[in-house]
């Protein structure tokens, strides 16, 4: 475990040392009262006194945060395919990705209310804003993705992450969950990078594609009916379409992750595929570069397949296009919903110069998985 101390996640004997630090600390103290607004300072006191592991700084922390989380800013939430995974096994989920805290969060939460194995999950030290976030996200069962790295050290982290990813999997029988890519998909175009595979692999020394197969690996689709940072994300492609570049001010991350916590998100839905099997892995090329593009096609084509679509995609695709192909698919009721929703975000931009990029690209963020999904299958 030495090899892993700068990536690895808090040991149960950890995390109660590293709460205690926090007892007469204002910002934690905010935070919490942020995220639990009827607790009182005795609850709070309470419940962190009885943490002395990550599982119990997750059931008694983390996940009353999801639920409330699901309870605020969700018309309804729903899970698909969950019979697609055994509680007795351990799986490696690769995901789409679309809000940095909540997908795994959401995921986790998941598995925990219906008797799933717990697992671990991945974030990028982007992210580590601070020494509380950091401890909060290692005793979350975190491990760290180093970002940012000139080439050598970056290979050298990779190896670290795919030998640690290795260990959990293998080793420890734990479950795993990764984004399919680099941060998340902010036009609503979601690819695989197979970089992500290649670097799941390069622990193996062997047949790379029969150790990933080896893995069950599970492609799991996440769809948020109003992506929450839809106007932020809308915004920064609208400025790096426009001048070639955009420079977040810092505490943009945080913003993203207060906001996609607590802004109403409508529908949500977090669909379970199959475990990738052996069609999956028979490859047209023999050529092992060509084979992990294969593998990141193919896990595209079931993040597609299973994501689902509410009207405001449809309605977006139409928008975007300026025509009625999807007219079917939402009643007026629907469209005067989801217009109301589009106007509202985009007033603050009408006067900007901006304002036609923006409104493209707001609409690509919705109109991006049904392109996928549906006109795919026509290929």
């Not at 922390?61 to 729903?78: N, V």
């Not at 580590?128 to 080439?151: C, Y």
């Not at 009643?331 to 109301?340: G, H």
Request: glycine fraction near 4%; proline fraction near 3%; aromatic fraction near 12%.
């Amino acid at each position: 475990m030495e090899d892993f101390d700068s990536i690895r996640p808090y040991n149960d004997s950890e995390v109660n040392e590293k709460l205690i630090k926090y007892n007469e600390s204002s910002v934690f103290k905010k935070m919490i009262a942020h995220i639990y607004p009827t607790w009182t300072q005795k609850t709070i006191a309470r419940r962190t006194k009885n943490i002395t592991s990550a599982h119990a700084f997750q059931e008694l922390l983390i996940f009353p945060a999801a639920k409330a989380a699901i309870d605020r800013s969700t018309e309804h939430f729903t899970i698909s395919g969950l019979d697609n995974i055994s509680p007795d096994e351990n799986y490696l989920f690769i995901s789409n990705h679309r809000d940095i805290v909540l997908d795994s969060t959401l995921l986790y939460y998941i598995l925990y209310q219906n008797g799933y194995k717990p697992g671990q999950v991945a974030i990028g030290d982007n992210l580590l804003s601070s020494e509380l976030v950091t401890d909060i996200v290692k005793m979350n069962r975190t491990f760290i993705v180093k970002r940012n790295l000139p080439a050598r050290e970056m290979i050298e982290e990779a190896k670290i992450l795919s030998r640690y990813m290795r260990y959990v999997l293998k080793d420890k029988k734990d479950s795993c969950w990764i984004s399919h890519r680099e941060g998340r998909t902010k036009d609503g175009n979601d690819r695989t990078n197979p970089g992500v595979l290649k670097m799941i692999a390069m622990d193996c020394l062997g047949d790379k594609m029969e150790y990933l197969k080896s893995l069950k690996i599970v492609p799991l689709s996440i769809a948020y009916e109003y992506d929450s940072c839809d106007v932020l994300k809308a915004i920064e492609l609208a400025e790096i379409e426009l001048t070639g570049s955009y420079k977040k001010d810092g505490t943009e991350d945080m913003k993203s992750i207060i906001t996609g916590i607590t802004q109403q998100k409508g529908g949500v839905n977090f669909a379970f595929g199959k475990v990738l099997d052996d069609d999956v892995f028979n490859f047209k090329s023999d050529k092992l570069q060509e084979q992990f593009k294969e593998l990141s096609d193919k896990l595209d084509d079931k993040l597609h397949q299973n994501f689902r679509l509410f009207p405001g995609n449809y309605i977006a695709a139409d928008l975007l296009r300026n025509n009625s192909t999807y007219a079917d698919k939402y009643n007026a009721w629907e469209e005067e919903k989801f217009m109301k929703y589009f106007n509202e975000k985009s007033e603050l931009r009408k006067n900007k110069e901006d304002f036609e990029v923006y409104r493209r690209i707001f609409l690509e963020i919705y109109a991006n998985p049904v392109f996928n999904q549906l006109e795919k299958q026509k290929i």
